[in-house]
């Protein structure tokens, strides 16, 4: 079991605007604004799309978009296209004793 | 560009041992704390390790402490993942990631190596 929460799965058609939620608690989404989101093709290595929490690296489209309220996290695809279908992570920085970082169990993102 | 090469994976027993190397490239190695990272087939990716840039601090999931140990040698470029009492629950593709920080602390994995494969099987 995952420590972040996200939905197994969510679709939408080209053009159209997905957002995907990441349910951690207030002891690290809600803690920190350090959470950051990976999108995963098959095969492929994962890759940073968004960091604290709304910042975007260099490269990365400004289609994708991140928030937070409270212990939840967003992230939001706009203008949905093909090669947007893949897995994204969530990941929150937490720190008790000693730091950790805390993933979601991913979602699917499906282009019908 | 930065890159990051993963290498040591492989199919090992229950209660072995086996060394990951992750050799750097296309930045200051030095200047950077590391990560290993891992992902079970059909499951999301769980933090592993991370060590600071001088490789005087690590930190480690529950699930590893005790049993993996990570180093750094920046001479070589090179973060290591020392895994030992491997279980099959060890099975997954282990990544190294660069830090975003020099401390073992904060931040974010950008980026990730292409992983290596680790089977852990009677």
């Known amino acids: 079991q995952s420590a972040l929460t996200q939905p197994a799965s969510v679709s939408g058609s080209p053009g159209q605007s997905i957002t995907i939620s990441c349910t951690g608690t207030?002891?690290?989404?809600?803690?920190?604004?350090?959470v950051s989101w990976y999108q995963h093709h098959p095969g492929k290595v994962p890759k940073l799309i968004i960091h604290e929490v709304t910042k975007r690296p260099s490269g990365i489209s400004n289609r994708f978009s991140g928030s937070k309220s409270g212990n939840t996290a967003s992230l939001t695809i706009s203008g949905l296209r093909a090669e947007d279908e893949a897995d994204y992570y969530c990941?929150?920085?937490?720190?008790?004793?000693?730091?950790?970082?805390?993933f979601g169990g991913g979602t699917k993102v499906t282009v019908l | 560009q930065v890159q990051l090469v993963e290498s040591g994976g492989g199919v090992v027993q229950p209660g072995t041992s086996l060394r990951l190397s992750c050799a750097g490239s296309?930045?200051?190695?030095?200047?950077?704390?590391m990560h290993w990272l891992r992902q079970a087939p059909g499951k999301g990716p769980e933090w592993v390790a991370v060590i600071s840039f001088d490789g005087n601090n690590d930190y480690y999931a529950d699930s590893v402490k005790g049993r993996f140990t990570v180093s750094k040698d920046n001479s070589k470029n090179t973060v290591f993942l020392h895994m030992s009492s491997l279980r099959p629950d060890d099975t997954a593709t282990y990544y190294c990631?660069?830090?975003?920080?020099?401390?073992?602390?904060?931040?974010?994995?950008?980026?990730w190596g292409q992983g290596t494969l680790v089977t852990v099987s009677p």
């Open positions: 990631a660069k830090a975003t920080t020099t401390v073992a602390r904060r931040g974010w994995f950008d980026p």
């Open positions: 207030s002891s690290d989404v809600g803690n920190y604004n350090l």
């Open positions: 990941c929150s920085y937490v720190h008790f004793t000693t730091p950790k970082w805390v």
């Open positions: 296309g930045f200051t190695f030095r200047s950077y704390a």
